[in-house]
């Protein structure tokens, strides 16, 4: 006799027992089920956030700028994250209990590498650090999702000595730094801010760390059309951006690291060096002053060609840093050494924290954080 025969209660009766013959599987036992997870909002209290967020909606900040993290401690052996919809692409670099893996979200796609099982009993420690950058793509955080009776904890405080911030291009960024021979920007999870030279530096002196850099962005010329000086203090990476709360955290230390792409963009349309770069540069630091009279501010030059090998850049730069430093008792300067043709690989960042962190170590402004 065919399902077709049978009257409809006995058709769902049939197609019901055939559902579970096919749950059994060849062992003949049913599987075991799943509890339903909890789920923790964003808004929950437990969350620690570091860095420059979007907290327009408290249910939902969204994640921007590369190097913020997001921190909470939980129980059970699963783990879910839970985001909105990506502006494009965003990497994150997952950290429980010391073992990190890569969480990729692309716009109209699933997320990959956002559940997480097998975690085991206790307490287990979460850190999400996003590794690419914010002109890449931002996204909503909406929080995770954990076993059925599990506790949530805030994380311990961390141990920070200072605070330490970064504003610069792609080579502050962290751009291509695992890729092969050839720069690529197609895929997104290559560019991991986490191995930058700034991460690197911020991590020597266990710092507590921000990272504000734009691909392609220079003073007064670049291939983006936002300039460093209507970024650096916005939520977004974008001219148009609400501003951010300079009092809602306070560097001790700000490193500026400007103009390769000044020069880079003007040397390939065959264009002059901008001459608004030095009156520009100026501008730019006064007003971190002006946002952080306390902090002491490193100007920065080198990392790629423009920095370590361009006379129009050099002159400009200096020219800015002299008159900055004339007049400001807390500005400094630096130059790297280490510099390469491709944006800085794995190699070449580490070989630039060295530099940086060894003089650092020798100057009198951090001696207080050693």
């Not at 003949?28 to 089920?33: D, S």
């Not at 799943?34 to 327009?56: H, K, L, N, T, W």
């Not at 507590?208 to 059309?225: E, K, L």
Request: charged letters at 20%.
């Amino acid at each position: 006799m065919s399902h077709r025969s049978l009257k409809p209660a006995a058709r769902l009766a049939a197609a019901t027992a055939a559902l579970f013959l096919l749950s059994l599987g060849a062992s003949g036992q049913a599987p075991a089920l799943r509890p339903p997870a909890q789920s923790v909002p964003a808004s929950d209290g437990r969350f620690e956030y570091e860095g420059r967020f979007d907290f327009a909606d408290r249910s939902a900040p969204v994640a921007i700028w590369q190097g913020s993290r997001i921190r909470i401690d939980f129980g059970g052996d699963t783990l879910s994250l839970r985001f909105g919809e990506p502006s494009d692409q965003c990497y994150f670099n997952a950290t429980i209990d010391g073992r990190t893996s890569v969480v990729g979200l692309r716009r109209g796609a699933a997320p990959a590498g956002a559940a997480f099982s097998g975690l085991g009993a206790g307490r287990h420690s979460l850190v999400l650090f996003k590794r690419s950058e914010a002109s890449a793509g931002t996204v909503p955080f909406l929080g995770v999702d954990i076993a059925r009776g599990a506790a949530v904890w805030s994380p311990a405080p961390p141990r920070y000595r200072l605070a330490m911030e970064f504003i610069g291009d792609s080579i502050t960024a962290g751009a291509c730094d695992l890729d092969g021979p050839a720069d690529q920007w197609a895929d997104r999870s290559t560019h991991d801010n986490a191995i930058s030279y700034g991460a690197l530096a911020a991590a020597a002196f266990q710092a507590d760390y921000r990272n504000i850099a734009v691909s392609g962005m220079g003073v007064a010329a670049g291939w983006v059309d936002v300039r460093a000086g209507q970024i650096w203090d916005a939520v977004y990476p974008r001219a148009d951006s609400p501003r951010a709360d300079p009092a809602a955290w306070r560097p001790d230390v700000v490193l500026v690291n400007l103009g390769e792409n000044d020069d880079s963009y003007t040397r390939a349309h065959h264009l002059p060096f901008p001459e608004g770069y030095a009156q520009g540069y100026v501008a730019l630091v006064r007003a971190i002053r002006a946002a952080h009279p306390a902090a002491q501010i490193v100007m920065l030059r080198g990392g790629m060609f423009g920095g370590a090998k361009s006379e129009e850049l050099r002159s400009a730069w200096v020219a800015a840093v002299s008159q900055v430093e004339a007049a400001d008792g807390r500005a400094c300067h630096f130059v790297f050494s280490h510099w390469s043709l491709n944006h800085p690989r794995t190699q070449d960042h580490a070989a630039m924290a060295d530099e940086l962190v060894a003089w650092l170590r020798t100057q009198s402004f951090m001696q207080p954080f050693l």
